[in-house]
């Protein structure tokens, strides 16, 4: 097996491979005056199982469509070089949220991603909370395994509402099925008693509207609960919304925190208590310094080491996608 990690994403591979008791393979980047980009193995590939890590958010310095195209032309150069087998690990997918087309002449961007995918000779694609899952399943003709964060977060709920009875919530329609998954986790992992809700929310032209709320908040702790968090906005006007019903305290809860600009209200505002994210896209933001005492970041590396363990020897799966036997 050989493990690579792109430099982006370099701190993660490091804790994947400390957890599963190997060293990251060696790797050189080169990036060109005129902006172009080479990067190569520097061991050989040839007859291997090749991993390669690399998350797709955006940051400083490194655009999605940088980190993507960095991706895809290192898992063909491993191809190219005689790996047996290459899986290209992505916690975080660029362009997943653009599944369908909404407005007329719209893209439809994870099917073209997917493409680009299968264009190198992906064989294996690994993700975490893609936006829409079924959209995602269905755009890719090579194997994709979308891996299930949900036991990642009990935990930090249980130290945050301690005994108190807890609301799992979808900040727009959307986002139900997620909410009511990580319900049904929360009341197998904990004693505390669990509600549902959610709020309506539509957005044209930039504008956001819809009024509808469902669910019981009154004096209960409330845990917003979506796939990502860029510049926050969905996660105020939804702890506003549950603040007036009478909640206790309110806290936004996501696999992604992508903290784009603009996200500094989301650690300014005092309807939301605590911010938990997973570690997916990398460093936090910027717009998050000075804010660490509202954040908490809970790291992947276990679950994508265990991931890369089972894929190598072909074990089962099903346990870490979620899905039922």
């Known amino acids: 097996m050989r493990l690579f990690a792109l430099r982006e994403t370099g701190r993660l591979g490091g804790d994947v491979a400390r957890i599963l008791g190997v060293e990251l393979d060696p790797h050189e980047e080169r ?109 890719f003709r090579c194997r994709t395994v979308h891996l299930d964060t949900g036991a990642l977060f009990p935990t930090a709920l249980r130290e945050l509402a301690g005994a108190e009875p807890i609301v799992m919530f979808s900040p727009d329609g959307g986002g ?51 796939d990502m968090i860029s510049t926050g906005g969905t996660m105020i006007r939804a702890a506003h919304a ?14 992604h925190g992508l903290f784009s600009r603009g996200a500094e209200a989301l650690f300014t505002d005092t309807a939301i208590g605590r911010v938990v994210a997973t570690d997916s896209v990398g460093s936090p933001s910027k717009v998050t310094s000075g804010h660490e005492a509202k954040l908490q970041i809970l790291s992947i590396a276990p679950l994508i080491a265990e991931a890369i ?14 899905m039922e036997r």
């Open 309 to 322: 363990k089972r894929l190598h020897v072909n074990g089962s799966i099903s346990e870490l996608a979620g």
């Open 31 to 139: 990036d060109f005056e005129d902006g172009e980009h080479k990067a190569r193995p520097l061991v050989s590939v040839r007859g291997e199982d090749v991993y390669v890590i690399q998350s797709l958010a955006g940051e400083a310095g490194a655009s999605p469509n940088d980190k993507l195209l960095k991706l895809l032309f290192y898992v063909a150069t491993c191809r190219e070089n005689g790996a047996a087998r290459v899986t290209a690990i992505t916690p975080y997918l660029a362009y997943a949220r653009k599944e369908r087309q909404t407005k007329a002449r719209d893209p439809v961007s994870t099917r073209y991603v997917a493409q680009l995918f299968e264009a190198v000779g992906t064989d294996c694609l690994v993700t975490l909370d893609v936006h829409n899952f079924a959209a995602f399943q269905n755009a």
């Open 176 to 226: 139900v099925k997620r909410a009511q998954l990580l319900k049904e986790r929360c009341e197998a992992a904990m004693s505390n008693e669990v509600g549902f809700g959610f709020m309506e929310k539509r957005r044209s032209r930039g504008v956001v509207s819809g009024d509808l709320f469902a669910g019981e908040v009154n004096g209960k702790v409330v845990f917003l609960v979506d």
């Open 242 to 255: 549950c603040r007036e019903r009478g909640a206790k305290e309110v806290h936004a809860i996501a696999t």
